[in-house]
């Protein structure tokens, strides 16, 4: 059982560069999301997704698309990157039982610069 | 902007001293959690008390909930080197997601 799965786990990009950072999870959750974590500071949400084929803006989304064609998966991808940019992203998937959220599962995390 | 905010920012304590670290909220929640991530690493669950909850333990910690305050508390007992890490608290407000607040950078010197 592998858990939540991302990758790269380190890059660096070009201003003006598009790429796409990949996450998977094989614990068969509804919720998944991703967030990035500047220098001292928490988790700031970007997007997030309740199911296959429904995604949703967080807090930080500008920048930034994603898609969920399937349960497994929820890549997240940046299209004209920026030095702004340059953080610390993780991926996070959880259950959904009802009233609440039940914990998050997080991924170790994929860090970013931005040249 | 962060719907938690930990207090304080940075802790440092001696080995088998207890460390306390308070949150405060801003709406109503269905449930807060606390969270542990260690330096470079992805964050790991430690505890969720639901909004009917007052208080909850688990080993040597013990999280306490005032939703009236719209505050919790999470105390590590008997800390040790290895309970060196950041520590964030997460509310789930909407059903939906987690907001996080900026973390407790705690320090435990052998």
């Known amino acids: 059982n592998a858990g939540v799965t991302q990758t790269p786990k380190f890059q660096v990009l070009k201003t003006g560069q598009s790429m796409t950072l990949q996450c998977a999870q094989d614990?068969?959750?509804?919720?998944m999301s991703w967030y990035r974590q500047d220098p001292g500071m928490g988790l700031r949400l970007i997007h997030y997704?309740?199911?296959?084929?429904?995604?949703d803006q967080g807090e930080v989304p500008n920048g930034y698309n994603v898609s969920r064609s399937t349960t497994e998966d929820f890549p997240l991808r940046l299209l004209s990157a920026a030095p702004s940019q340059t953080s610390v992203y993780f991926c996070?998937?959880?259950?959904?039982?009802?009233?609440?959220?039940?914990?998050?599962?997080f991924g170790q995390g994929t860090r970013l610069t931005v040249v | 902007s962060q719907q938690g905010e930990e207090d304080p920012q940075a802790l440092s304590i001696q080995e088998g001293e207890n460390a306390t670290m308070n949150c405060s909220y801003k709406?109503?929640?269905?449930?807060l959690q606390w969270y542990r991530q260690n330096s470079g690493r992805g964050l790991v669950h430690l505890i969720l008390?639901?909004?009917?909850?007052r208080e909850k333990h688990s080993g040597r910690l013990r999280v306490t909930l005032d939703t009236s305050k719209k505050s919790s508390s999470l105390l590590i007992t008997a800390s040790r080197a290895a309970d060196t890490a950041s520590y964030f608290c997460?509310?789930?407000?909407?059903?939906?997601?987690?907001?996080f607040g900026g973390g407790t950078r705690l320090m435990v010197k052998p």
């Open positions: 614990m068969n959750h509804e919720y």
């Open positions: 008390i639901r909004s009917n909850e």
């Open positions: 996070a998937s959880s259950y959904f039982p009802g009233q609440g959220a039940t914990e998050a599962f």
């Open positions: 709406t109503s929640i269905n449930n």
């Open positions: 997704s309740v199911g296959a084929g429904i995604t």
């Open positions: 997460a509310t789930d407000a909407a059903g939906n997601m987690l907001t």
